[in-house]
């Protein structure tokens, strides 16, 4: 690497990028007649390392998602506390696929989680719920195009899923959250999502990413989880 020159001294830092995302969301919602205070950026800070991450917390940014149980166990207690110094006080999002033995960090760890998509995960979640005194807000995940390799409740298993939720388990579903297929226009599955929401009462709507989030908004969306527009490309995921 070269002495840093006057082009990258220009680049915008992470909290200007965030700024700006947050104002462009914002008019987004604007623009489709919705209040902007309805649509929620969730800072997707999966592998950004924690001392990237603090001057965001310091800024003031709130809410934050992670896809996986360990790495956000390392990075975010002390942010917390962090935030928690500056009298704010964090919404931290699982977003990642939870395995049943990892219920109980999730539950102790998280403020949200919106991956729920299976009976043997509501029925460890609620127990974890129950014997820590402590309840993440719950979204389930639907699996929106019906792909083979992704998490969640396909779309006409939604219905019955969050009725069982409510009656077998006691969990307050407050809504759901999708990651619609690759590479496919995106506003089909987002209306899906929204119309299953609709028909159950769900107000919370999780969807939009980087490449969509105006879409998402258009359609409805509460929160969308944004990262590479933030902290550019990731590198390539190792498997989990
Ligand atoms: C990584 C991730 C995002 C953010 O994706 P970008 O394209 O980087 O904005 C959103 N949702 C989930 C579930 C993710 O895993």
């Known amino acids: 690497m070269t002495s840093p ?3 990258d001294m220009a680049e915008p ?13 914002a008019r987004a919602a604007r623009d489709h007649g919705r209040d902007p205070a309805s649509v929620t950026l969730t800072c997707v800070s999966k592998t950004i390392g924690a001392d990237r991450l603090a001057p965001l917390v310091a800024a003031g940014h ?31 999002r699982l977003i990642g ?3 049943t033995n990892k219920a109980r960090q999730a539950v102790a760890l998280f403020d949200a989680i919106e991956t729920l998509d299976r009976p043997s ?3 460890a979640l609620a127990d974890e719920i129950q014997r820590a005194g402590r309840a993440p807000k719950l979204l389930v995940q639907v699996n929106v195009g019906e792909e083979e390799q992704k998490a969640g409740v396909p779309p006409r298993d939604a219905d019955a899923f969050l009725a069982q939720c409510r009656t077998e388990w006691g969990l307050p579903v407050e809504g759901l959250m999708c990651i619609p297929p690759h590479g496919q226009q995106a506003s089909p599955y987002f209306a899906l999502l929204r119309t299953v929401a609709a028909r159950n009462g769900l107000g ?9 989030w105006g879409l998402a908004i258009q359609l409805g969306a509460t929160h969308v ?5 933030i902290f550019g490309e990731r590198p390539p995921l190792r498997p989990a």
């Open 5 to 7: 020159s006057a082009t």
């Open 13 to 25: 830092s992470d909290i200007q990028r965030l700024t700006t995302l947050q104002a462009a969301i």
């Open 62 to 92: 709130r809410t934050f998602g992670e896809n996986r149980v360990q790495e956000a166990a390392n990075k975010w207690p002390a942010l917390r506390e962090d935030a928690r110094r500056n009298g704010s006080c964090l919404d931290l």
């Open 97 to 99: 696929p939870l395995q």
């Open 121 to 123: 995960l509501a029925r």
């Open 204 to 212: 919370v709507l999780s969807m939009g990413m980087s490449a969509d």
């Open 225 to 229: 989880r944004v990262g590479s527009a």
